[in-house]
């Protein structure tokens, strides 16, 4: 669908302001750029002029294209310079009085044809519009940033938005080269409630003694694919930004457990480590650059012992071949033999349940996490439980270490760390769509574009198999007692049904 917008107004001409009028002028749309601050329309009509200059010189636009695109850029004045616009776009300070002000002043000067829309991150579409006389022509175009390299955005239904005025920007959005997703008006839309599962989760794991900072970075990125760890994208975001999104999806969803945030972010909030721009946050920054301790090298055992692998590990076939091609000898005895290393691989619980469960030897067992198949990992994670013997610990890190793939040693944890961390994120995303937040496909689609992760949660869930999510999920709960594991329903039905994740009801 092709919408032509020929003149939008931005308000607000701070860095999303500037990068909405950057696209919407490359899309052929005449803009005008507003600002409350005197002079800062001005100042940033010239910073795009000057980025488009740049990208001149670079030879990534010709001198016609740059000429084209800084000619469409006016800085104006007042709210009545915006009368002609078909299409207005706030972009200000994050606080609903502020912009159900702005919106009132707009309404009385645009119009009775042009949208109007917000681009807040948090705040209710449905409560910005309330009391216009058309809040039907009001949606949210929720862009990030940086808005030219994050290709999504989210077009948001307030309660009384009609679904053309949605259909309308989404097309435009098209023009602009981002892919629209629809949402529905909850906290957090779509990218914000959806990736609340990845640093929370974490946060709780540190927060349990499991492991530190820097080995569930690892883990999350070495063994389950994400590009950085949640500690590392705190930082890179700042506590500033993201603790009060934690807190306000938490309080706006009346303390759903799943969303529930950590007194660490808050503690580190206080303190003024924010991550990168204070030099300090879940690590240290000098010059700009991420201080990390190298990880320990693994033990070194003189004779390993034997291996006794419970017949209830997952993936217990592919673990025995794992455990003989690195050289062990495999005790196959119907229960472990006295000195064999006890090997379990639970899927949501904790070592020490499969050892009280399995009347094992709590001493010699350690448990290894087999959610995800050997050969596309990087790192190995093995869990010890509190009566695991050191002598034990060090044989399987050595042994699981021996063809050189990374190991991590984490102390007892139901659902080790990728298992914790995955569900949690796959149970939300379901959870979502059991909500009719938005589709799978959008879901997917603003997930992959909007956060980064190596696919989409539902695709994520499909890959490890909803059964095992589920298992994981109900085991977690079982182990916590926290109705933050509960499974949605949406992935109780599908995974019972042997179901893809990503289907929709007829």
Known sequence: MTVNYTRIGVVGAGAMGRGIAQIAAQAGSDVLLLDSVAGAAERGREALAAQWNKLHEKGKIDAAARDAHI??????????ALAACDLVIEAVVEDLAVKRRLFGELESVVAPTATLATNTSSLSVTAIAAGLAHPERVAGFHFFNPVPLMKVVEVVAGFKTSAETCKRLAGYAAQMGHSAVQAQDTPGFIVNHAGRGYGTEALRIVSEGVADFATVD???KDQAGFRLGPFELMDLTALDVSHPVMESIYHQYYEEPRFRPSVITAQRLAAGALGRKTGEGFYRYQDGAMQQAPEAPPPTVGTLPAVWVSPRAARRAELLRQVNTLGAQIDSGASAAPGSLILVAPLGFDVTTMAAVERLDATRTVGIDMLIDDAATRRRVLATNPATRRDMRDAAHALFAR?????????DSGGFVTQRVVGTIVNIAADMCQQRVCSPADLETAVQLGLGYPRGPLAMGNLHGPTNMLEVLFNL?????DPRYRPSPWLRRRGALGLSLLHEEE
């Open 71 to 80: 000619a469409r850029v006016k800085a104006v004045d007042s709210i009545a």
């Open 218 to 220: 690892r883990i999350l």
């Open 403 to 411: 063809d050189g793939k990374a190991v991590s040693v984490i102390r």
């Open 477 to 481: 709960q079982t182990v916590y007692g």
